[in-house]
Nanobody, 116 residues
Framework: QVQLVESGGGLVQPGESLRLSCEVT?????????MGWYRQGPAKQREMVALTGRTGVTHYSDSVKGRFTISSDNAKNMVYLQMDRLKPEDTAVYFC?????????WGQGTQVTVSS
């Protein structure tokens, strides 16, 4: 089973930046196929924000393309989401997710609030 713990959320003003981190741990050897970030805003459905696969290919939602960057450090078992030029509509709980040989795993989420 894969465990995920997010950190780095907080309250920022529009135009500012935040970096979210996700620590990936596993009780057994798990082959990771895909890692990603999702978010769920107030009264909204959970949506994909950014994905990255084993080949390093990335995919972003249109709403964050050019502002957010997903990256990973396999040696440290970490996944990151650099969020620049944040907007109020980016306010949401952000979840880290991993698709592996153990199935789909989710973190508990970290709150990001963008407000002046």
């Amino acid at each position: 089973q894969v465990q995920l713990v997010e950190s780095g959320g907080g309250l920022v003003q529009p135009g500012e930046s935040l970096r979210l981190s996700c620590e990936v741990t596993s009780e057994s050897v798990s082959r990771i196929y895909k890692m990603g970030w999702y978010r769920q805003g107030p009264a909204k459905q959970r949506e994909m924000v950014a994905l990255t696969g084993r080949t390093g290919v990335t995919h972003y939602s249109d709403s964050v393309k050019g502002r957010f960057t997903i990256s990973s450090d396999n040696a440290k078992n970490m996944v990151y989401l650099q969020m620049d030029r944040l907007k109020p509509e980016d306010t949401a709980v952000y979840f880290c997710s991993v698709q592996s040989s153990s199935g789909d795993s989710w973190g508990q989420g970290t709150q990001v609030t963008v407000s002046s």
